[in-house]
């Protein structure tokens, strides 16, 4: 569906097509003249122009030539009863997409605004990847057996059913509703993009624009422009109207990582657009309804923020509605292994060399590494690892990651911990299960100073006592 601009002068034509176009659902806004199309466009945003060329006084081809470099990057259909090479030439090099000889023929109308159309959609996903850095539209399938990992997929995937809000095109009753939201968060390379991506593709809108914000790369000055949109001439380099990303992103989902770096006026803004569904160019006069799921993500605490005055409370309400918390990669088990074995694979694909694996050592190094910097950090390192390995296995001392070994740990009169390996392995998470009892115990089954004192976020420890069921019953803990 489409929101169309039709200007014909003869009423009985004009009804015509409005009547055929709007059964072929699309929404047509019907003017007789290049005035009233001006005025049209003040309060509306047209996907198609549909003109006739002779409009009295004034000339649709004109018209059009005014429109392109006001900016407009939408389709334009040219119609005239007097068709001559020379109209068709003039009209195409102007900006037209298309020219039909009267008597128009409807059937040959619908097809052919159907093709700008589908032209135009085609023309504004290319416009979007030349702007936005083209590795974060990469999609990569979400990979991993663990069942914190798991979990979060088949949540993603649920939330990806959740439709998003419909607009309407009426002239005079545009409004928009509130837009679907969710908030992903997790520490910084814990996969908060790919689990962005699997909602889009797992979404019914996944043939439809998928638009990755990183609010933290764009400069203060520029993001409002950015996100928005501009008018020809709201501030000084402003030659031309530019469509924002929630214009590109109509329909589909746009995806606002590291929200937390929003400062506040700007946060007052989205919250506004979040609720109404409607957004105003810089410049603009008027705003314009929109339609979109909206992802948010960040690696930091933002009620923290709230409290701290940093971050609107009824911003997190409205985005926190759906929630997605991220596991970090240290609590994903084998999942680590399994993430290195197919980052090498892909990798030495693309340097053209021969397939690798990994060596039990360094599978065994990987598992046991804590990757503070998660999968961002795993990609260095089994990057590195890949380019500078002579052979075909990837041996411990390519990943440039010391091991823990147990001598490091045994001097207990520095109250250090002592492992005896002769009577068998220790796995990291049985000792940190076994750390997190002890420190339990010790502040009598407080878990916001048992956090503290092993030097982990209260949050990270609550979702270990789930996940290593760490009990309220067991003796040792008290309650928890």
Request: proline fraction near 3%; glycine fraction near 8%.
């Amino acid at each position: 569906m489409a929101n169309i601009l039709l200007i014909e002068d003869d009423e009985n034509l004009r009804l015509t097509i409005g009547r055929a176009l709007t059964k072929h659902d699309h929404e047509v806004c019907a003017v007789e003249s290049v005035s009233a199309a001006r005025d049209a466009f003040q309060v509306e945003h047209f996907d198609v122009i549909l003109s006739d060329v002779n409009l009295g006084s004034e000339s649709g081809i004109d018209y059009i030539q005014e429109v392109r470099e006001s900016g407009y990057a939408g389709g334009i259909i040219m119609m005239t009863a007097f068709a001559t090479v020379d109209d068709a030439v003039r009209a195409m090099k102007l900006g037209a997409d298309d020219y039909l000889a009267k008597p128009v023929r409807l059937q040959e109308l619908l097809i052919i605004t159907d093709r700008v159309i589908k032209q135009q959609s085609e023309t504004r996903r290319l416009r979007l990847y030349q702007r936005l850095d083209k590795t974060s539209q990469k999609a990569r399938q979400p990979l991993g057996q663990s069942k914190a990992w798991i979990d979060v997929i088949a949540m993603a995937e649920r939330l990806a059913n959740i439709p998003v809000m419909n607009r309407s095109h009426d002239l005079h009753k545009s409004s928009g509703g509130a837009l679907t939201t969710i908030l992903i968060t997790g520490e910084t390379g814990s996969g908060k993009g790919v689990v962005a991506r699997h909602i889009h593709d797992s979404s019914a809108e996944h043939n439809l624009p998928f638009v990755h914000v990183n609010c933290t790369a764009l400069p203060a000055s520029l993001i409002e422009s950015e996100l928005f949109g501009h008018e020809k001439g709201s501030f000084t380099d402003a030659k031309t109207s530019r469509e924002g990303l929630f214009e590109m992103a109509d329909g589909g989902t746009i995806f606002l990582d590291e929200i937390g770096d929003l400062d506040l006026p700007l946060q007052s803004k989205l919250l506004s657009v979040i609720e109404h569904g409607m957004i105003r160019k810089v410049g603009a006069t008027k705003e314009r309804p929109i339609r979109m799921r909206v992802l948010a993500a960040t690696n930091k605490d933002l009620e923290a923020m709230v409290q701290s005055g940093l971050f609107r409370e009824d911003l997190l309400f409205r985005i926190n509605a759906f929630a997605i918390p991220l596991p970090p990669l240290r609590d994903r088990g084998e999942d680590t292994v399994l993430i290195a074995q197919a980052m090498l694979d892909q990798l030495r694909i693309e340097y053209g060399m021969d397939p690798a694996t990994l060596s039990d050592e360094a599978s065994s190094i990987i598992s046991g590494h804590r990757w503070p910097g998660n999968v961002r950090e795993l990609f260095n390192t089994i990057q590195r690892a890949a380019m500078l390995t002579a052979g075909n296995i990837i041996s411990s001392g390519d990943l440039g990651i010391k091991a823990a070994h147990a001598s490091e740990s045994t001097i207990d009169h520095d109250h250090c911990l002592k492992f005896d390996f002769h009577s068998g392995n220790h796995t990291a998470a049985a000792v940190e299960r076994e750390l997190m009892i002890q420190a339990l115990v010790h502040c009598n089954g407080n878990v916001s100073k048992a956090a503290k004192m092993i030097g982990m976020q209260r949050s990270s420890f609550r979702y270990r006592v789930e996940r290593y069921e760490i009990v309220t019953s067991d003796p040792r803990v008290g309650q928890s």
